[in-house]
């Protein structure tokens, strides 16, 4: 197994160039690449000879070259044509736009050709048919890895192809062996295969059937490994002792909670209550609080933060960008300043004073607070918001390097994600739902709204602002900065295209543009001048979809909504209703898909994100619906979010194994693999 974490490098014709490439795939080690799967097989498994190979059929063919030459066509088109023969008659193969085969393929070599017969110039002929050299003069000692059988076909990036991935697979199939690393008893009760024949099998199989039952192994695997890696990691920071507890002062606490504009939810009240019977004990508080877009996670997380200042400890509170990191700074700051606590920004473009080093109570900032060790005295809890957005080393590094004693932990997410999602990828942390928005806040109509409704929403949409007397805003998202070149993107709208547009269309108001790649004090202003209503609608990507707090922001258009996930939609969406004014949300798609349609309908008539997820988890799949990397979940090769029985399975027999020996002393490969999953950190948190 050892050999197998060694660098991809040692496979033979794996240089410094194809290191780079394949470290796009993240194929850094042998390992790496026996785990890159297919995503789908080439069935090239009907062998027929020449004269038996039919018109419309995906066939292989064995034979020998007697002719290839590049021809240029009357039309300018390039051709290479190739005349193949057996003992039985010949057929004609044709690639386009390939001369360079006439390089590797000579007239003499024997060589296997799979591909679709089709008519060509009134002949029969192979249409740029996958080709494969035989080398051995005894047919039946053929063994083909690129035509002639199940063909894998594999992710790919630019110049890397399935076939050069096929041919360093299969040396690395016959080089390197695994140790089998899975428990023999659970090999044998969930009648699963051993792991270097599921390897073969998946990549190589000569059958459907026996690529289902690889990645029926490979499925329980990855489930089964997540859930030991969440017991162990739960049990290490369960490990870690604080030496003062905090004490609750139930009556500043309430002075607090009375002093707030609104009065809190029951959910809010409930998180609150969870939050403080973690941060109580000795143990250092490791919780997942999930709550809606305006469901009010920021107010629950100041609650804590004043907790911690009663306390005599400094909170650190990490967000993943400078707009977000001000709204919470503006926000703790209104809260909190009263009762004598100070507040401090820094980001990138922020920096806080020397003076200010002591007397900040609470720092609020981006990635930059990383950086600033030398800037706390005593933190005792770090608040990470949209916690998916930043990486595991930053994680880490707040919660473990940046104080004497180990601080409480709060993660927080507007992501929605199922709650059995949740405990299952989040498995190491405690959960909290804040699954109820404040009261008065008025449900956001929301409309599918088709193409040829286009210009009459944009009529309504200026009277509804004209009428208030320009005191409400609209905000209109776009998911692309600029018009893109690629053909499948051709026709999306732009923000920067349709910002000129717009400012026509709009001349009554005033229309501001906001990106993600306008500079820190750019965006700083447009904001601003959105806030003092200096700026009537606002052009933007999704860079709004967290940090913007507009209360007069009563209307949203999305653009190219088909474009987005359910539980992106909701997040955006999120960004308007947030006061006791009727606000308006319109769904813009000119895709006449009933799926895709329907899909949109859903955001009518639900309101909850979590609920919206489940939906989109099942109609479109979890990688369409997280994506997957950008909101912390592990991309999973094989298995499926879905499948909740396996989930529920593997957890039940990871915790069995854990409870009864949480060393693994008995499994040693199986320790052995989890430190090496460990060591790469590619755990969901």
Not at 51 to 63: D, N, R
Not at 221 to 244: D, G, T
Not at 349 to 372: D, M, P, R
Request: with cysteine.
């Amino acid at each position: 197994m050892l050999e197998t974490l060694s660098s991809v490098s040692k496979i033979p014709l794996v240089g410094p160039s194809y290191q780079k490439r394949l470290a796009k795939l993240e194929i850094l080690t042998i390992s790496d690449l026996l785990y890159h799967f297919p995503t789908r097989y080439n069935d090239f498994s009907n062998v027929l000879n020449t004269f038996s190979a039919k018109m419309g059929e995906t066939v292989t063919v064995i034979g020998t070259i007697t002719n290839i030459k590049n021809i240029y066509t009357k039309n300018r088109k390039r051709l290479t044509e190739a005349i193949v023969s057996d003992q039985y008659g010949n057929l004609r193969a044709i690639w386009f736009n390939q001369h360079f085969l006439t390089r590797t393929l000579k007239k003499g070599m024997t060589v296997s050709f799979s591909g679709k017969i089709d008519l060509f110039n009134y002949q029969k002929t192979l249409i740029s048919p996958e080709y494969e050299i035989i080398k051995e003069k005894n047919q039946d000692l053929v063994h083909t890895i690129h035509t002639g059988r199940l063909v894998p076909v594999y992710p790919e990036t630019a110049s890397l192809s399935s076939k050069w991935l096929r041919s360093r697979i299969s040396i690395a199939l016959k080089t390197y062996k695994q140790k089998e690393f899975l428990p023999s008893d659970i090999l044998k009760t969930e009648n699963l295969i051993e792991l270097n024949e599921a390897l073969g099998k998946i990549h190589f199989p000569d059958r459907l059937e026996e690529a289902k039952n690889a990645a029926k192994r490979f499925a329980f695997e990855e489930l089964f490994m997540l859930q030991l890696l969440n017991f162990y990691k739960k049990s290490e920071w369960q490990s870690k002792v604080r030496q003062q507890p905090f004490q609750i002062d139930n009556n500043k606490v309430a002075k607090l909670i009375a002093s707030l504009p609104f009065k809190l939810t029951q959910a809010q009240q409930r998180v609150i209550k969870e939050i403080f019977t973690d941060i109580i004990s000795t143990k250092p508080m490791n919780r997942l609080l999930e709550g809606d877009v305006g469901s009010g996670k920021t107010v629950v997380a100041c609650i804590a933060a004043y907790v911690t200042f009663l306390n005599g400890y400094q909170t650190i509170f990490m967000a993943p960008t400078e707009i977000l990191a001000q709204q919470h700074y503006l926000t703790i700051t209104k809260l909190l300043e009263p009762f004598g606590i100070m507040t401090s920004l820094l980001t990138g473009s922020k920096k806080i004073k020397n003076e200010s080093f002591k007397k900040t109570n609470i720092f609020i900032g981006t990635h930059a607070l990383l950086y600033k060790k030398n800037l706390y005295k005593n933190p005792g809890l770090i608040i990470i918001d949209e916690q998916h957005r930043f990486g595991v080393e930053q994680r880490t590094f707040l919660a473990e390097k940046i104080a004497a004693e180990v601080p409480h932990v709060l993660t927080m997410t507007a992501t929605p994600i199922p709650r059995s999602l949740a405990l299952t990828f989040y498995g190491d942390l405690e959960l909290s739902i804040i699954d109820e928005m404040p009261k008065g806040r008025k449900k956001i109509k929301t409309f599918f709204t088709p193409q040829e409704k286009r210009q009459k929403a944009y009529n309504w949409i200026e009277d509804e602002i004209v009428k208030s007397g320009y005191k409400k805003q609209a905000f209109i998202v776009y998911p692309l900065i600029e018009e893109s070149e690629s053909e499948t993107m051709k026709d999306i709208r732009a923000a920067t295209t349709e910002y000129e547009k717009l400012q026509k269309r709009f001349q009554k108001l005033k229309i501001g543009l906001l990106h993600g790649r306008l500079k820190s004090k750019e965006k700083e202003e447009i904001i601003n001048k959105f806030k003092g209503k200096q700026i009537q609608i606002l052009i933007s990507t999704s860079v709004v979809e967290v940090g913007i707090d507009i209360p007069d922001a009563t209307i949203m258009i999305i653009e190219h909504a088909d474009r987005f996930g359910l539980a992106q939609l909701h997040q955006l969406r999120g960004r308007i209703g947030r006061n006791d004014i009727e606000s308006y949300c319109f769904l813009f798609s000119d895709s006449n898909n009933p799926q895709v349609i329907n899909r949109l309908f859903y955001l009518e008539k639900e309101y909850l994100g979590i609920k919206l997820s489940e939906i989109d988890l099942n109609l479109r799949g979890p990688g369409e619906v997280f994506g997957l990397k950008q909101h912390g979940l592990p991309n999973l090769k094989v298995a499926s979010l879905t499948d909740y029985e396996l989930i529920k399975k593997t957890k039940a027999i990871a915790l069995k194994i854990w409870k009864q020996d949480p060393k693994l002393d008995q499994y040693p490969n199986l320790r052995d693999k989890l430190n090496n999953i460990k060591a790469k950190d590619i755990s969901p948190n």
